[in-house]
């Protein structure tokens, strides 16, 4: 139990003897639980064929779900970009989860990417808006600008004239609580550029 | 010394030993132009009388340059803010200090501000838009508002009509080379609030 317990991240051989004497003082029960609960924990999961989340079935509770809005497509990197957004309360569309950014040093190219699924769920489900919810990083950026290009050539091509998609960007600028002497060079230069008119006016 | 070293704060009274120690061993002169430096500190300083940045002269180097734009005020709390700005390379207007943010509990009201002086500036310079460039905080949310609609009513009043004054705010969201997960809900909400047509549409 050491040996696994060791082979998580972040967990070295001292942390992992802790951590099993200290499963050692639980009672049987919630042992035999939580045991369970990671054994099965490949066997009850699925990929969702519509947005590729981890779920417990295939379509997911969030495609399935009538009350979310059906025009909007919120694309994300993985699940934990979901869980996040999810937990922010703000976005009530659906998600796509392309799997990653592309990367040619790590040898991801858009065939590694679910972004040919993206093409055909944007031409079939009549989607108004496609958030692009990418990380404000260098590859983040760079697939955005990717992503965005391709679906414009893939709806272009389909339908001969200009689409009606809205493929949008979450804002840049400043965190919440963030102090604007702190903020570094290219942040404040988006928060400038990004500048919005003020709410009372 | 090492008194006068452990007074500043962050240095504890082992670090103003260790400090003093090394001072001992420059030499004379590096010593002298050094101390020469703190001593003339705040003789050496004044307050720019337009914006209220600390300067050398009044008015300060940014007031008099003929080459930023006059039409754009950058209205901010202190002159570690005017430093960020500057670093970040993007603003070319001009700045307002006012002095920190409204906090009643600290006893900073209205009046602790330098606002009437940025109302009597608004409406003598003329310009075409003031950018309220507070820390996205509880209380510089709160001061913005505030200052945004006392511009709005000390215009409206003077001119006795719609005022062609444009009151901008710094944009809210991810900071650059963020990652999704680990944004707080309330940045991720403003991200998502906020989003922005792709680039390349």
Known sequence: LIESLASLPGIGPKSASRLAF??????????TEFGRRISELRTNLVTCATCHN???????????????????????????????LERSGQFRGRYHLQGGVLSPLEG??????????????????????????LNPTVEGEATAHFVSKRLQQALSTQKN??????????????????????ADETTLAHALEGRTVSSTQ
């Open 161 to 182: 004239g200009v689409s009606p998609l809205k493929i949008t960007r979450l804002a840049h600028g400043l965190p919440t609580g963030a102090d604007l002497e702190y």
């Open 54 to 84: 981890i779920a417990s079935e295939s379509p997911c509770v969030i495609c399935r779900d009538p009350g979310r809005d059906k025009s909007l497509l919120c694309v994300v990197e993985d699940a934990l970009d979901v869980v996040a």
């Open 22 to 31: 200290h499963l050692l003082k639980q009672d049987a029960n919630g042992l």
């Open 108 to 133: 991801i190219g858009p065939e590694q990417l679910k972004l040919r699924e993206l093409e055909e769920r944007v031409s079939k489900e009549g989607f108004k808006e496609v958030i692009l919810a």
